[in-house]
């Protein structure tokens, strides 16, 4: 049995090598996290990819086994941890429990350290959430609490727009009242038509695999807040191409230490169902060429385009990149084989759906979804 060692993962660079391995690795290799990986909190982007990088290990190879918790880490310590935040409970959700060391303990018997976190998300207590400048709202298939009432109506329904507004300008209010900066009113309108319209795309077809076949279980939600992207660490996540280059060197600034980094308000909407191309074509990612895959994923983007029925369906998408151009902000979305964005330079003519590669090393399949929505937060 061969033993991979899980870092803290905490650039996009890092995170997106574990998932390389999981690909590439044996089927009785064994990713072991130490604790702080899984309750660490950098910024809900890297948070929501990390948790997708959970969930693409725990659909491959977990489903069936454990995930597995560094021998060093005390029982109790380290299911506090897995439940603290989402990627860990994701993690657990879709695994059958942990495991420290020889010892295997039941994802139910887990899950109960997450039900005060899992109660405050469905009571909308977000005072009792706020970590890190970051709040995280996790629906989790399968468990006594299936909806959470700031982003569901009733069970499988999402709150329309205008349900969903105030509860966007309770949760950006609340992530950025440490800033000077503020979101503007624009956006959060924004946001809130496309949180309604993601979130019951996400319970028609992120539920079921390919083919249509239900999953055991599965998780989607939000993860918000503002960050300080210090160069040390996230400069590399953007250099993969000269588009990313230039929005770093305009965006950061100088601390009064001297130190340059960025500062941004976030939001990132993770699933854990086939990735956007897989449930637009019915296909895994695998059977398709690169470019096909590029190709499907820019027409699921364009303007209207939805696998959902309804007419008036598809602006919220649209909106929202018309909110980021306006303002300067950046779109990242990674699903399948692509990690692909839209950066904007305050009030240009960028076409909305010019995506690109984030990166031109070639990526390895991911489960599920993350878009995640950066606003640069300058100072006045």
């Not at 709150?159 to 969903?164: L, P, T």
């Not at 946001?191 to 996400?202: G, K, P, R």
């Not at 695999?209 to 400069?235: A, I, N, Q």
């Not at 296909?283 to 820019?298: A, C, F, G, H, P």
Request: aromatic fraction near 8%; charged fraction near 25%; proline fraction near 4%.
């Amino acid at each position: 049995m061969a033993i991979n060692h899980v870092g803290k993962c905490r650039s996009l660079v890092e995170i997106e090598e574990i998932i390389s391995q999981i690909e590439y690795s044996d089927s009785d290799t064994v990713f072991r996290f130490p604790i702080d990986t899984l309750g660490a909190r950098h910024s809900p982007m890297h948070d929501a990819s990390r948790l997708q990088m959970v969930v693409t290990l725990a659909r491959q190879k977990l489903e069936d086994d454990y995930l597995d918790i560094h021998p060093n880490a005390q029982e109790l310590d380290a299911q506090q941890a897995v439940c603290d935040y989402s990627p860990g409970i994701a993690g657990v959700r879709l695994s059958k429990g942990i495991r420290i060391g020889s010892k295997e303990i039941d994802r139910r018997d887990v899950l109960t350290f997450a039900t005060k976190r899992m109660q405050a998300m469905d009571a909308q207590e977000f005072d009792d959430l706020v970590k890190g400048r970051c709040i995280d709202l996790l629906c989790v298939g399968g468990s006594k609490i299936q909806y959470l009432k700031p982003l569901f109506s009733s069970r499988g329904k999402a709150k329309e727009k205008d349900g969903m507004a105030p509860v966007m300008r309770t949760l950006v209010d609340r992530t950025t009242q440490q800033s000077r900066a503020k979101v503007p009113e624009s956006l959060v309108d924004a946001l809130a038509l496309f949180s309604a319209e993601l979130i019951q795309n996400t319970q028609e077809h992120a539920i079921t695999d390919h083919t249509g076949r239900p999953y055991l279980s599965h998780v989607e939600g939000v993860l918000m807040g503002w960050t300080r992207f210090y160069e040390s660490t996230f400069k590399d996540d953007f250099s993969g191409h000269p588009d990313l280059n230039k929005y770093w060197n305009d965006e950061a600034a100088r601390t009064e230490t001297g130190a340059k980094s960025l500062r941004a308000f976030e939001i990132s909407y993770f699933d854990s169902g086939p990735g956007l191309v897989s449930r637009f074509t019915g296909k895994r990612v695998q059977e398709m060429s690169l470019e096909d895959e590029r190709r499907t994923l820019l027409r699921c983007l364009q303007h209207k385009s939805t696998s959902k029925s309804q007419t008036a369906a598809g602006e919220g998408l649209p909106s929202v990149l018309q909110e980021l151009r306006q303002i300067g902000g950046l779109m990242r979305i990674r699903t399948g084989r692509l990690s692909m964005f839209n950066a904007f330079t305050p009030g240009d003519n960028r076409d909305l759906f010019a995506f690109n590669d984030w990166t031109e090393t070639n990526l390895s399949p991911v489960q599920g979804a993350v878009i995640s929505i950066l606003v640069p937060l300058r100072a006045q």
